[in-house]
């Protein structure tokens, strides 16, 4: 098993930064893949940035490319996201997952992010 932490959401303006984390604790060995997802309210949940343990491949989807940023640190079992230039779109419950080589997903509880003035 895979016990994942976020922590880093909170209220922001337009145009502001947050950086979420995520703190991921048991059976980490056999993770090959980190991302992070968010979920709007009535929205489905959708995979914001993901990076391979090995090697630290990185990819976005649209709507993050030159905003967000996604790092690991497989020495600290860490997962962190920097966003900067919030917009009020990006309003979501952002959730760490990491996948296990057997396709295993495990998900944390999610931190929300608001950005509104």
């Known amino acids: 098993q895979v016990q994942l932490v976020e922590s880093g959401g909170g209220l922001v303006q337009p145009g502001g930064s947050l950086r979420l984390s995520c703190a991921a604790s048991?059976?980490?060995?056999?993770?090959?893949?980190m991302a992070w997802y968010r979920q709007a309210p009535g929205k489905q949940r959708d995979v914001v940035a993901f990076i391979s343990v090995s090697g630290g491949r990185t990819n976005y989807a649209d709507s993050a490319k030159g905003r967000f940023t996604i790092s690991r640190d497989n020495a600290k079992n860490t997962l962190d996201l920097q966003m900067t230039s919030l917009k009020p779109e990006d309003t979501a419950i952002y959730y760490c997952?990491?996948?296990?080589?057997?396709?295993?997903?495990?998900w944390g509880q999610g931190t929300q992010v608001t950005v509104s003035a």
């Open positions: 997952n990491f996948r296990n080589r057997d396709l295993t997903d495990y």
């Open positions: 048991g059976s980490i060995a056999s993770i090959y893949l």
